[in-house]
């Protein structure tokens, strides 16, 4: 099962940024999407945003939308997750996530049902 390496979490104050790196670990994998998600203390993992990787075309939940980009490299084969205007209750596990399902709806890559191989996750915490 292809896996995937994330680096980057750390100790941020609130307002700073930070960036999330996720690449595969190992054999490469044909993806159809890439996406973020996280997971807050005692609350299940939730969705932050996704990248369909054919398009670039990238989406987020409310929560983060207009602070939360995801950029690419595809000559490295790795994804971030970049982080704007911080706030305490961004303090998460974040994980990458890549998904072989071929999906077009609206709703697509939003679940993570969706995605078949994980990173190990990696902590944000932002103080205030």
């Known amino acids: 099962q292809a896996q995937l390496v994330e680096s980057g979490g750390g100790l941020v104050q609130a307002g700073g940024s930070l960036r999330l790196s996720c690449a595969p670990s190992?054999?490469?994998?044909?993806?159809?999407?890439m996406g973020w998600f996280r997971q807050r203390p005692g609350k299940e993992r939730e969705f932050v945003g996704a990248?369909?990787?054919?398009?670039?075309?990238?989406f987020f939940a409310d929560s983060v939308k207009g602070r939360f980009t995801i950029p690419r490299d595809t000559a490295k084969n790795t994804v971030y997750l970049q982080m704007y205007s911080l706030k305490p209750e961004d303090t998460a596990v974040y994980y990458c996530?890549?998904?072989?399902?071929?999906?077009?709806?609206?709703?697509?890559?939003?679940?993570?049902?969706?995605?078949?191989?994980w990173g190990q996750g990696t902590q944000v915490t932002v103080s205030s």
């Open positions: 996530a890549g998904s072989t399902n071929d999906c077009s709806g609206g709703g697509c890559y939003r679940h993570p049902d969706e995605y078949d191989a």
């Open positions: 190992g054999r490469t994998f044909s993806r159809y999407a």
């Open positions: 990248l369909r990787w054919s398009s670039g075309n990238t």
